[in-house]
């Protein structure tokens, strides 16, 4: 019998309050801009569609509308927030949706599992906050729920296929093998495709839990975002999507590189696009600096305006920005409190 799709609507917004100031570093005025090229728009969402509690194993019907599923979240702060997983595709010769549920010998309470397949440009979309990932295969494991209730759970996604067995394989017991579905994850680098508004970064592997709420996408990550006068680009080892707080970070190693010759590096970034804002934090190993055609300014935090090309600096407390301009001696100006 044909699996009715799940529904799921999500839109977090990322803001955080700009500080107080205690230096500036300021672009040169900029060449002539150049032609850019637009970032690819992220796959349309599918329509919404009704509710349907799964009880056995079922293919999407062919030409049927998106498959969709939602995991759903319950922060500290009384929040909900959710997670909306989508097969773009509805051939049967592109990939796979289904639901395997518990078998008749296992606990009460035993969690769903959900294969999501696609080989199709649109993908498995995977929308957490701001960020829209595309992989070919995500498998999802969903607690149950109570009445009128939805429930949180675990994605584990990135490249990959799935298909449906003519029977179960003797011998296994595995939730899927039972069900006879085999799913074969094969993380690869740049197969996990995010989108951030104007920003692109590629990863390999994607993994959220309900445990701690962070989305975690395994590097290395690079990443690109447009401009008039050429793209933003750079690299981490991963990035985190903390769900409860609606933050993207950039973990371990940040580096990024405007068009313009700045260099600017931390040991993490929280990331937001649609604010044109990339706040660098540091640490006492390795604080956040912004080098700009031979002008060094290092600070225990540097925010970054991503539109303008410009940094300004925030001492920790107890802490000091220092800076090194090639028009004078090195610097250590007292910060001032915001």
């Known amino acids: 019998m044909p699996r009715r799709p799940l529904l799921l609507t ?7 309050a700009l500080p107080a100031v205690t230096h500036a ?39 049927a509308e998106t498959s ?13 927030r959710r997670i909306r997983i989508v097969r773009t595709g509805t051939s049967d010769e592109t990939g796979i949706f289904t639901i395997c549920s518990p078998q008749d010998d ?44 939805g429930s949180d759970g675990r994605v584990e996604a990135s490249a990959g296929t799935a298909r449906f067995l003519d029977e179960a394989p003797q011998g296994k017991t595995d939730r899927l093998s039972r069900c006879a ?11 996990v495709l995010v989108t951030q508004g104007r920003t692109e970064l590629k990863g390999q592997k994607l993994v959220y839990d ?7 996408i395994d590097g290395p990550i690079t990443f690109t975002r447009p401009g008039d006068d050429g793209p933003l680009t750079g690299q981490s080892e991963r990035i985190e999507v903390e769900v409860d707080t609606e ?42 600096e912004s080098t700009l055609r031979g002008d060094v300014l290092r600070a225990g935090e540097l925010l970054y305006d991503l539109e303008r090309n410009e940094v300004v600096a925030r001492a920790p407390e107890g802490g000091t920005i220092t800076g090194e301009f090639q028009d004078g001696e090195p610097t250590n100006p007292a910060p001032r409190t915001p």
């Open 25 to 63: 570093q300021e672009t040169p005025p900029a060449t002539p801009p150049t032609e850019s090229q637009p970032a690819e728009s992220p796959a349309p969402e599918a329509p919404p569609s009704e509710t349907a509690e799964p009880e056995e194993t079922a293919p999407a019907e062919p030409g």
């Open 247 to 288: 933050k993207t970070v950039l973990i371990g190693a940040v580096v990024l590189n405007s068009p313009g010759g700045r260099v600017s590096r931390a040991a993490r970034v929280e990331y937001d696009d649609e604010a044109n804002l990339a706040r660098l934090i540091g640490t006492a190993e390795q604080p956040a």
């Open 68 to 80: 969709s599923l939602e995991l759903v979240r319950r922060g500290d702060d009384g929040q909900e």
């Open 10 to 16: 999500l839109t977090l917004l990322l803001g955080a």
């Open 210 to 216: 309900e445990t701690d709420g962070i989305a975690r």
């Open 181 to 191: 579905v085999e799913a074969a994850p094969k993380p690869a680098p740049d197969t």
């Open 106 to 149: 296992e606990p009460e309470g035993s969690p769903n599992v959900a294969v999501f397949s696609e080989s199709g440009p649109g993908g498995v979309q995977i929308t957490i906050d701001q960020n829209v990932i595309r992989v070919p295969l995500a498998l999802v494991t969903q607690r149950p729920a109570a009445e009128g209730e």
